[in-house]
Structures are given as C-alpha cells and as structure tokens.
C-alpha cells in the first residue's frame, strides 16, 4: 500500500510540474495602441502558444474597429513611431513583417512568404477581438525580441492590388518575449 502511495504521490508531483511548465511557456504580449507619439494606452493582450500544429494566438483585446484587422510579427523588437515623408508614423519603428528567409512576398500565414504574415484578427461588433488564430509556419521562438503589429485594416495575403495585404494603418502593437 505504502508504494502505491509513493507512486501515485510521484505521478501527481510529474503532472503538476508538467502542467506549470507548459503554462510557462506560454507567452503574453501586452498590446497597446500606437500613435504619433508613441505606445498608447493598453487594449489587451495575446497569449501565444506553441502547438504541434503551429502558434496559437489567443486574443483578449477591445476597442478597435469592427471587422478583420491585419496581423502581422514585424521585423524590429519597437512599437515606436518614426518619420518617413517628413510626418511621424506610428509604429513604423517595428520595421517591416518578419521576413527571416528574404522572400520579399506576402503570401499569408499558409504561403511561403513572410514568416511574420499571420492569420488576420476579427473584431465584432463591440470591438472585441477574442476569436483565437492558428499560425501554422510560425515558432513560438521565432516572435521573441519582435513587434506584433495590427492593422487598421484587413489583410487579403497578397501583394495585390494594394502591397502587404492592404492592411493599411498601424493601430496597435505588442513587443514579443519582453
């Protein structure tokens, strides 16, 4: 009876450090608006999760426009604004979408385009975006040190007719693995 216990007691004691563990290494990014200025208030954030089928990402974030938004891992590890045409851009810091491989095309989370081209968030009608998103190319590893931009827009995983999916504006932004 004592060994049973022993072993059961060892068996429990596995399955909670298992369980903490894979807590831990889920990753939240906290997600803020960007502006002219800077990083803005926050609006939420993202859990990322690496599954055997790719990164999931579990959004809890309110206050952005109704509908799909584009949603992109960006080069540069800075939700900071810069200037590009004499005026100050928000978010522009961040570089553009994590492109480790120089294909230099955006292809969608499912093509072989940027690495950083994820799949786009939808917001209802309240603003909220909770509707978490599969990444299948992507590596929890690989967001660490890098910006996690949403757009003003959505994103149509292609170069045409407008650059980048069209996605337009950046709105808000979290740094990954801070």
Do not use: W
């Not at 080069?75 to 045409?85: I, Q, T, V």
């Not at 170069?159 to 709105?171: H, Q, V």
């Amino acid at each position: 009876m004592k060994i049973k216990l022993l072993i059961l007691s060892v068996v429990l004691i596995a399955a909670a450090v298992i369980a903490i563990a894979a807590a831990s290494s889920d990753m939240v990014i906290d997600i803020h608006y960007v502006t002219d200025q800077g990083t803005g208030k926050k609006i939420g954030t993202i859990t990322a999760e690496q599954t055997p089928y790719g990164t999931l990402f579990r959004p809890e974030i309110s206050g952005l426009s109704p509908g799909m938004h584009g949603f992109h891992v960006h080069a540069e590890g800075s939700c900071g604004p810069m200037e590009k045409n004499g005026h100050m851009v928000p978010g522009l810091a961040a570089g553009g979408h994590y492109d480790p491989k120089g294909t230099g095309s955006h292809q969608g989370p499912y093509g072989k385009g940027h690495l950083g081209d994820l799949p786009a968030l939808y917001a209802d009608k309240s603003g909220k975006v909770t509707l978490p998103v599969l990444a299948p190319r992507i590596r929890l590893n690989d967001l660490k040190g890098h910006a996690l931009i949403i757009h003003a827009g959505g994103d149509n995983y292609s170069d045409n007719p407008k650059p980048l999916g069209g996605g337009g504006a950046r709105i808000a932004c979290g740094i990954a693995g801070k």
